[in-house]
């Protein structure tokens, strides 16, 4: 059973830095993505940013490219997000989420498991 489970979340000031851990278990197979999406109350879920385990290819959202850096130790398959230069409107909850390759990683669709999410919050 795959379990996904997020912590660092926190408040910091504009401009400041967080860095999200992902714990992950449990995977059936080695081929897979891993990622992170955020949502804010009364707005739709947005994919940050993703990464395929094998090849090690990414895809950053316009909105964090060159502030947020993901990462995946393939040893414990732990995933992170490095989070710097952070803005009101990077402000949410994070979620992490893995798939099988293929999956809509903008909206959501198709992601096989999520974890439950930790809040960032970023105040001005």
């Known amino acids: 059973q795959v379990q996904l489970v997020e912590s660092g979340g926190g408040s910091v000031l504009t401009g400041g830095s967080l860095r999200l851990s992902c714990a992950a278990s449990?995977?059936?197979?080695?081929?897979?993505?891993m990622g992170w999406f955020r949502q804010v109350p009364g707005k739709e879920r947005e994919g940050v940013v993703n990464?395929?385990?094998?090849?090690?290819?990414?895809f950053y959202a316009s909105s964090v490219k060159g502030r947020f850096t993901i990462s995946h130790d393939n040893a414990d398959n732990g995933l992170y997000l490095d989070m710097n230069n952070l803005k009101p409107e990077d402000t949410g909850t994070y979620y992490c989420a893995a798939s099988e390759p293929g999956s809509n990683w903008r909206s959501g669709a198709g992601i096989n498991w999520w974890g439950k999410g930790t809040l960032v919050t970023i105040s001005s």
């Open positions: 990464l395929h385990t094998v090849t090690g290819m990414t």
């Open positions: 449990g995977f059936p197979y080695s081929n897979y993505c």
